[in-house]
């Protein structure tokens, strides 16, 4: 008579294979609780399972913290990308700089993206990875705490069998041979697996979580050191445009400029020209505070005279960026006087 076939591969035969493993399972335990069988114990195997649970616990609660900042990213993306439309809107098209205030709003999309795209791929697909393994081998821990009861299961009744006197003994012992060979060989594959791989992964957390935080550092400290960048430049054009405007709006009287006629006429008493540093090219005056962003810059407050000279190697010098020494400095200091580099939208040439 032909098995009955319950769909999926199943037959009636397996079934009841299976539900006898569940109950011989669930007997073997009711017998290790009541201390009536003894329980194969390895503490080493039981701490590292302990470990992975909490390396698991851990690197979802970082997964999940990931995508939360992430998802912070995103939403400061477009309320940055409003902000700036909204700027670019207001800003009149006959005003100084329109141009640069138009780009500087694409230079500020195209920073947030390309810090976003970053974290996805150097981050978050890393973590996603790392988090990818922890299923496959929390299902076969669980296999294994199931193949030790039956390895237990089959090593208790292989004894009780022996210790039988009943006349189909010899047949009762050989197949209990076989089933305790058999739930031995299962277990301990499985067992010698996992004994090599938690180890592993354990130790693998520290290296991971080290490149994990450098990324997400070095990939913040380089946006914010462009943005920053990009910001002097989005001040500029706004304060020329206002200079500009200040210098249309002022009003000359007959008294002042007969004052600037005689400041301007030269002296028989004017002093001979200062001694300049090396590379002198002019002098420039601070309209604004700059606080300077790293050891090769200028620190300037808004009314220094900057004497401008050459960089020592012309290839070093970025757009829109000049060489200096502050004059007070050079008076007092001369050749000891501190030179730096300082944006030139920040001063006014005299």
Known sequence: MAELNLGKG??????ASNVQKKLTRAQEKVLQKLGKADETKDVAFEEGV???????TEGSKLQRDLRAYLEAVKAMHESSKNLQACLVDMYEPEWYGKN??????????VL????????VDHALISMDTYLGQFPDIKARIAKRDRKLVDYDSARHNYAATHKSKKKDGGIKITKAEEE???????????????????????????????STFQSLAGFEEKFHKEMSRVRLFYRSPIVLHLDKTKQQNRIFTPAVAAVAAVA?????????????????MFKVQV?????????????????????????????EQDDGWLMGIKQHDWEQSKENATKGVFPENFTQRL
Request: charged letters at 30%; proline letters at 6%; aromatic letters at 12%.
């Open 112 to 119: 947030w993206t390309d810090y976003h795209q970053k974290l």
């Open 264 to 280: 301007a006429e030269p002296t028989e008493a004017a002093s001979a020209p200062a001694e300049m540093p090396p590379g002198f």
């Open 287 to 315: 309209m604004h505070d700059y606080a300077a962003n790293d050891t090769d810059e200028l620190e300037m407050k808004a009314g220094d005279v900057v004497l401008v000279i050459t960089f020592d190697n012309p290839d």
């Open 10 to 15: 199943l037959t009636a035969g397996k079934v």
């Open 180 to 210: 305790f060979e058999r739930a031995q060989k299962v277990f301990e594959e499985i067992n010698a697996d996992l004994q090599e791989e938690l180890p592993s992964l354990w130790n693998s957390r520290v290296g991971f979580y080290v």
């Open 50 to 56: 302990i470990n992975f649970n909490k390396q698991y």
């Open 100 to 109: 640069e205030v138009d780009s500087i709003a694409e230079d500020c999309d």
